[in-house]
């Protein structure tokens, strides 16, 4: 079945510095989805993308969605510690279910 | 408004032994999902339900039976637990809608098989 592929699976920055996570894909999605796991707790929805192209902005974070709609991307500028977690793009099919990349784990040093 | 509740938080089981996860959720949402969530490797569709009195399965429904008697519940069984099922379980309800099928999650259930 369809699968995303997120990378890289674990990042260390320093406080202030940038981060970008990457989901990709080789078959064309309708839409992605991005979750923020905090340590020890749940996934919670951030946001979707359904067009080509589409680039949606909240605070701090930047959402892409390719031209092509076969990748994603979310970039955080200037890190806190409160963005510490695990960042997940997950993707609808036809079926409802919601299938989830594995992961890219953020660690953001004070 | 408690959103998806889930029970229990921790189990131990030994290997062979039953049990069943509930997940409830107040939000009259049609669908409810269970997921499991080990290191690196995200989290896998176990099983899911599109509405009362029905089921289908997941990426890795070996092992693991489900009922959706009512809306509002969706029940996780294990027959005979093995520990390759240590896990971190989550069930998730959403409202497909406007093109859109937005997860909620439960809190999650922390089960060791010894």
């Known amino acids: 079945g369809q699968q995303v592929m997120q990378i890289p699976q674990y990042q260390h920055v320093q406080e202030g510095e940038d981060f970008t996570t990457y989901c990709n894909s080789s078959?064309?999605?309708?839409?992605i989805q991005w979750y923020k796991q905090r340590p020890g707790g749940h996934p919670v929805f951030l946001i979707q993308l359904v067009k080509s192209g589409e680039v949606k902005k909240q605070k701090r974070l930047t959402f892409q969605f390719g031209e092509a709609k076969k990748n994603s991307s979310l970039h955080i500028t200037a890190t806190q510690t409160t963005d510490v977690g695990t960042y997940f793009c997950?993707?609808?099919?036809?079926?409802?279910?919601?299938?989830f990349g594995s992961g890219t784990q953020l660690t953001v040093l004070p | 408004n408690a959103g998806v509740t889930q029970t229990p938080k921790f189990r131990v089981l030994k290997t062979g032994q039953s049990m069943t996860l509930l997940c409830a959720q107040d939000m009259n949402h049609e669908y409810m999902y269970w997921y499991r969530q080990d290191p690196g490797m995200g989290l896998r569709l176990i099983h899911y339900s599109v509405g009362e009195g029905t089921t289908a399965k997941g990426e890795v429904p070996d092992g693991y039976n489900v009922s959706r008697l009512k809306k509002q519940n969706f029940l996780l069984g294990l027959e005979s637990a093995a520990p390759s099922q240590t896990s971190v379980y989550f069930c998730?309800?959403?409202?497909w809608g406007n093109g859109a099928n937005v997860l909620t999650f439960g809190a999650g259930s922390r089960l060791t098989v010894l």
């Open positions: 998730a309800s959403s409202h």
């Open positions: 997950a993707f609808s099919g036809s079926a409802r279910q919601l299938t």
């Open positions: 078959t064309t999605l309708s839409n």
